[in-house]
């Protein structure tokens, strides 16, 4: 550190040390104003020019040193110098107060910031640098943060002094206004009937709605900036197009129509989306296939003979196929079409904000919500178009059983697979690079699981890179490398990718629109799932930041109601609160976060633990395997987070969502009746553990002195 910053490092610990030593801040107080208000005033009257000299200065200092106080000030600025001084006197005060803050923290801290923390800056110097001025000006007009706290984050970052000076100035007069108002009719109190004066009353309102009035003028200013270069139609043929009919795109268009909007949904494949077609619902029915499989080798296990029955592979696939059709009529397009929702089949392309062209026709609409889901990601080795490859979209029209499956993806989705087609006779391969199965769950999760992999025979390839695919006399090969850097052979028949999905924004004139995406290719949105465009929204795998049915279902709520309802009150999009379940054979569930996740984000925590083995219903019912764990603040019930490995995980842990979504302990839920026997009594067994561990020792030794004594 150089010496020009121990300087004045030095000069700022005395000047903010002087401060509370000597405990100025009671000067700056609205009650020592008022004591001295005549006595002020009569010192102004005397001394103009030099009294707001001295106001000037203290005001400067104050604010540089982001002392508590410039409140106080600003109304007094109006009840000494009136509305129009007070308002000019305020406002250069305080900018130049705000420039100096803004240049001692640059001074002393943005090298280092900057350095420490490039990676994590790069997004917001690149907006500081797109829309600085906009950016900042609506800072200072919405009051959200404290103004100190503004003047020194924006010293962190590549903002011009001269635009900082300007921007707050301009940006901080409307509330200095208000402000300074409201100091003049304080000012004329001089009785506790004065409270209820017209004026005050008025200037208190002022205050109260400055806020939200601000607010709207800035999203009036945003939307015409955006809107600018766009012919807005005098009338609408509908209040919302939905384009894509999967979980988000239903339930919005739903919402909708049940409260009588006009909606159009257009949808260019299949009603129901991934889920139903390609997702949730086929992979839980060969889920299912294949644990019949699996119970039908343990029947001696339950006193049962075991009778040589085989799988008929063809059949499995079949019965998926089956399934789908038997639920595809709740998705259907005469079903939505009887609710209310115009459905249409067809590729849809924005033409602008305000209009979505399908089938040659162009629809004029309010709002338009993007809910396009997501597809199987491939990666980029080489080979891999050569050899032939299957996804989670098309691994259905599989019907020949494979001798061999090689499955790359340690994730939910290879795992289920895996685990799925090991049990229907294939041999199956699992490859992935991270030294465990599911590594975003903690290293026990993974630990019980891959146990059971083993133990039913898929060949686990962990720590293998795979490099390139490869066809060796009609032989189709993976070559990776391992940990050690060796490169390994791996004979295959079918491979199936499980590497992830990717978003899908192409196809529909997005990039016409210059609708920016986020770093993992979702559609960028604020907090109300709103995009660049304010009547644009995006929801469900698109948009993520979570691609699960549920959250896309959840998210579907916000975009329906800010849309259509968002002229009068916008709801924040809440993920406080999200569950989700790995349907391998131990299920994985969990909800909030775990041992990993609060060790990398520096979050203290107690772990309570409950093994499932000794639960008297899972021994019943031969599934007497698995644990589930709760992390809760230390010393205290809250819950952080619960992650539950065993049989119907996904079922158990619907109590510990309520309870981390409305505020319940453990306490709670060790005071509900659980029925017995039933897995659910987990919930209750491990808060009993949890209570064990934090029983009060003190209150217990004097209670076991308490029954001695009785016992004469």
Known sequence: MDKKKRLLIVALVILIGCFFFFDLAQYLSLDYFKSQQQAISDFHSQNAILSAGIFVMIYIAVTALSLPGAAVMTLAGGAIFGLLQGTILVSFASTIGATLAFLVS??????????????????????IEKEGAFYLFGLRL????????????????????????????LGMLPGTLVYVYTGTQLGQIDSLSGILSPGLLFAFALLGLFPILAKKLMESIQAKKV????????????NMVVIGAGSAGLVTSLIAAATKAKVSLIERHKMGGDCLNTGCVPSKALIRSAKMAKYHERAEEFGLSNENIEVDFPAVMERIQSIIKTIEPHDSIERFTGLGVDCITGSAEIIDPFRV??????????????????????????????????TSDTIWELREKPGRMLIIGGGPIGCEMAQ???????????????ARIMPREDEDVSAEVQKRFIEEGIDLRL?????EFITDNGQKVLLCTDIDGTEQRIEYDVLLLAVGRKANTEGFGLDKLNIPLTDKGTIEVNEFLQTRFPNIYACGDVAGPYQFTHTASHQAWYTAVNGLFGLFKKFKADYRVI???????????????????????????????????????AIADGEAHGFIKVLTVPGKDKILGVTIVGHHAGDIIAEYVTAMKHGLGLNKI???????????????FVAGNWKKANAPEKVLQFLEKFHAWRRG
């Open 106 to 127: 640059r001074t002393l801290l943005k090298e280092s910031v900057q350095k420490k923390f490039a990676d994590s800056l790069k997004s917001i110097n690149a907006g």
């Open 142 to 169: 919405v009051p959200l943060f404290p103004f100190f706290v503004i003047n020194l984050v924006m010293g962190l970052t590549p903002i011009k002094t001269r635009q900082f000076f300007l921007i707050s100035q």
């Open 227 to 238: 809107f600018a270069n766009y012919d807005k139609p005098s009338k609408f043929d509908t």
């Open 463 to 467: 720590n293998h890179q795979p490099t």
């Open 579 to 617: 569950p989700w379940a790995t349907f391998s054979d131990p299920e994985v569930a969990r909800v909030g976060i775990n041992e990993q996740e609060a060790k990398a984000q520096g979050i203290a925590y107690d772990v309570s633990r409950y093994d499932i083995d000794d639960l008297d219903r």
């Open 420 to 434: 799925s087609f090991q049990r229907l006779g294939v041999q199956v391969i699992q490859v992935d690079r991270s």
């Open 357 to 390: 062209k399908v089938n040659g026709e162009t629809i004029t609409t309010r709002n338009i919500v993007i809910s396009t889901g997501a597809r199987p990601f491939v990666p980029a080795i080489k080979g891999i178009e050569d050899t032939g490859y299957l």
């Open 670 to 684: 060790l005071g509900t009746i659980h029925i017995y026997p039933t897995l659910a009594e987990t919930n209750k």
